[in-house]
């Protein structure tokens, strides 16, 4: 199945599960002329982990940890969406310095998600100097997010009703210092990306989605921003601090790569106003309250503006210490059928670029859905239909 | 007879023949690791040996050890010359680079055409093990190596033959003997040298013009498929293309091999082919990925217009 299949001038080049500019396993398969892609189609499901079923079979502390674990980058804005899922459940808020510490956090955690996307884009066209030279400097965050939840990656900083860890004034300082570097260099980042030439050439142009698209086929976050939607969960629904603080929701009309670059790179410079207007403001007081186990019958859909985009998660609780239903959308799966539209039409060398564009996390998307990309069809699966699909696809092949 | 006979195979086997060059291959791409890693603020090899420097033969040791898998879409019997090619073909062609004094192992009238040939060959065999390897990747990259020559080879010959007008002859040798004699074609022909420091770059496919082997999009080009010994001669072969191409530039843009003070030529050589090297190196770090299709439309736009100027230009100069 990993070989091309070749049919008169056509080629069907198959990208994924296993790629060198995936580093999740996802599955498109390209049909390309000459190097002119005709059509995509994407399979997903390649690492459906069933974390929707274990949330349902656990208690809601225990799911902190599976929430947690959805993404290894955006691990904060999945626990942030759990607990104000399940706060709103226990109609119980958590205190102020809570919530700042919480937006502190997501933004640290923004940062170090677009300096780490913007690595990955410059890897793929190639650019293995700068690729280096961004992953350096975003070891500066990973540290201050170490020194301040203990871990690099999954903060563990939320909890049902507050957070875990304060901030005391010698780590805020340490914040502080590390945000100057930071801010340096995504100032030097932002120049070299508009002066470059052969960045230039790789990226503007590539991967046109025009505001309209952006709209009609969902996209989110950044990739939906790129194309002058302007969009963020911040700003049209804020959680957590956001309400308190001020800040600008980064938009460009260009909607190519180099749009989607620049609108990360001016984003890491917002998020880090953010971080510093909210350190200035935090409130003192508890950093959580004590809350029941047992949450009585409701629903919610909580939404949260991850470094990729607006994500989702539903709760229905049934009286017990454990969820009735839970539902995550990640923002990779709104992203992707704007992605299908992105590459049809393009050059197969523009395929990496603009599928690192829409900074994809196929493991935190992956649920048992199927998506028709052509006939635009949507639809959910028991384990009975997969089962039942399976053994006719196999009669049939 | 004999003892001449002996010293013959020795200089082809030994020094400065294949030996020689298979050493200063790997310590080639020690270097070129080295520098690569430290233009973009990294280590580079540092584990094996002094600073590293025996990881390329730690690899290449390593590589060997390796299962040889033979995808069973493969066409067989050129999916072994491939590699055999890849590796013996600019091995064979060092003998005609003057390395330890001006005459070169073996030299004839026209033996820059013989290069210039063995350089297409290694570019067509790129293509053919692509083919021969069945995969997809493969054919695309091969696809590619083969569609990127269409651009360089052109501004390549003719800068290649370039320095042969002042000289008056088509062997490497003379041309080497007349930049002694005279001056560094590189003073007088420094476009040309510009321009075929990039036709190499295009030519050892490294970025900008790595699309036949651009990870992210097809692997490993041509040579995804090869596996065990194959690999490990196929990486040797690119290594010594690596200096081949370093060899070639410094022999007919930088006067080749000259007694300084008491450095013996062959010393002087290898500093000018690392600084060739250094410039290539270098380059291949500062630039992001071109597509295939833009490296096509600026090799024809502006290459091949400035190498034919060049060549007028060394016509008008040095009279028909």
Redesign the interface.
């Known amino acids: 199945m990993g070989m091309g299949l070749m049919s008169g001038s056509m080629i069907k080049v198959v990208i994924g599960p296993q790629h060198p500019a995936l580093k999740e396993p996802e599955r498109f398969i390209i049909e390309v002329e000459g190097e002119q892609v005709v059509q995509v189609t994407p399979r997903i499901g390649y690492v459906h982990r069933g974390i929707e079923k274990a949330m349902e079979n656990r208690t809601y502390i225990q799911n902190l940890y599976l929430a947690e674990r959805i993404c290894g980058i955006c691990s904060h804005a999945h626990t942030t969406c759990y607990v104000q899922a399940v706060e709103d459940l226990l109609s119980v808020e958590a205190p102020p310095r809570a919530k700042y510490i919480r937006t502190v956090i997501a933004e640290l955690e923004r940062i170090h998600s677009h300096l780490l996307w913007l690595g990955i884009l410059a890897h793929e066209v190639g650019f293995d100097t700068f690729f280096m030279y961004v992953w350096r400097d975003r070891e500066v965050i990973m540290d201050l997010l170490e020194e301040i939840s203990g871990n690099r990656v999954n903060y563990a900083m939320n909890t049902i009703g507050g957070v875990r860890r304060d901030l005391d004034q010698e780590k805020i300082s340490k914040i502080l210092k590390g945000l100057e570097v930071i801010e340096e260099k995504a100032k030097k980042y932002i120049q070299m990306i508009q002066k470059e030439p052969t960045i230039l050439k790789r990226t503007v142009g590539v991967g046109y989605l025009s505001s309209i698209d952006a709209v009609r086929y969902n996209a989110v976050g950044p990739l939906a921003r790129a194309s002058g939607v302007k969009r963020d969960v911040r700003k049209d629904d804020p959680y957590i601090a956001y309400d308190d603080i001020s800040f600008n929701i980064v938009t460009r009309d260009e909607g190519d790569c180099f749009s989607r670059m620049m609108i990360r790179a001016e984003e890491i410079l917002e998020s880090i106003n953010i971080v510093r207007e909210a350190l200035s403001k935090l409130p003192v007081g508890d950093i959580s309250v004590k809350t029941r186990l047992v949450i009585p019958p409701s629903e919610t859909v909580s939404r949260v503006e991850a470094p990729r985009g607006e994500l989702i998660h539903y709760a229905r609780s049934n009286g017990t210490d454990k969820p009735e239903r839970y539902k995550i959308r990640a923002p990779t799966l709104a992203n992707l059928k704007a992605l299908c539209k992105m590459l049809t039409g393009i050059y197969l060398a523009d395929v990496p670029v603009i599928l690192a564009g829409i900074d994809p996390c196929f493991s935190c998307m992956d649920r048992m859905q199927i998506i028709d990309c052509e006939k635009k069809e949507k639809q959910s699966w028991t384990l009975d239909d997969l089962r039942r699909y399976a053994r006719e696809w196999y009669q049939k092949h | 007879m004999v003892s001449e006979t002996l010293i013959f195979l020795g200089q082809v086997l030994i020094f400065p023949g294949f030996l020689f060059i298979i050493l200063l291959a790997f310590f080639a791409e020690w270097a070129v690791r080295k520098i690569t890693g430290r233009?973009?603020?990294?280590l580079g090899p540092t584990y094996t040996g002094y600073m590293g420097i025996l990881q390329p033969i730690a690899d290449f040791i390593k590589l060997l050890r390796k299962e040889d898998i033979t995808p069973t879409?493969a066409d067989k019997i050129f999916f072994l010359i491939f590699p055999i090619m890849y590796f013996s073909l600019p091995l064979t062609a060092f003998s005609l680079i003057p390395m330890t004094e001006v005459q070169a192992l073996t030299y004839f009238e026209g033996d820059l055409i013989l290069l210039t040939f063995i350089f297409t060959i290694i570019t067509a065999m790129v293509f053919l093990g692509g083919f021969s390897s069945?995969?997809?990747?493969s054919?695309?990259g091969g696809t590619r190596s083969a569609t990127q020559l269409l651009g360089y080879e052109i501004p390549l010959v003719f800068t290649l033959l370039c320095p042969a007008i002042p000289a008056g002859s088509f062997s490497l040798t003379t041309i080497v003997e007349w930049q002694q004699n005279n001056s560094w074609i590189i003073w007088t022909q420094p476009l040309g040298f510009g321009i075929i420091l990039t036709c190499m770059l295009a030519e050892l496919e490294l970025?900008?013009f790595?699309?036949p082997e651009?990870?992210?999009?097809i692997?490993a080009g041509s040579i995804t498929e090869f596996s065990g010994v194959k690999l490990a001669l196929i990486r040797l072969g690119k290594n010594i293309k690596l200096v081949l191409a370093s060899s070639l530039i410094s022999a007919l843009y930088l006067g080749g091999p000259e007694q300084l003070w008491i450095l013996p030529p062959i010393m002087i050589f290898l500093i000018k082919v690392f600084v060739v090297l250094f410039l290539m190196v270098s380059l291949r770090?500062?630039?992001?990925?071109?597509?295939?299709?833009?490296i096509l439309a600026g090799m024809w736009k502006y290459l091949i217009p400035l190498a034919v100027t060049q060549f007028l230009l060394t016509k008008i100069l040095w009279g028909w």
């Open positions: 233009i973009q603020n990294r879409m069945g995969n997809i990747f054919i695309v970025t900008p790595d699309a651009a990870e992210t999009e692997v770090a500062i630039f992001a990925r071109f597509r295939i299709d833009q």
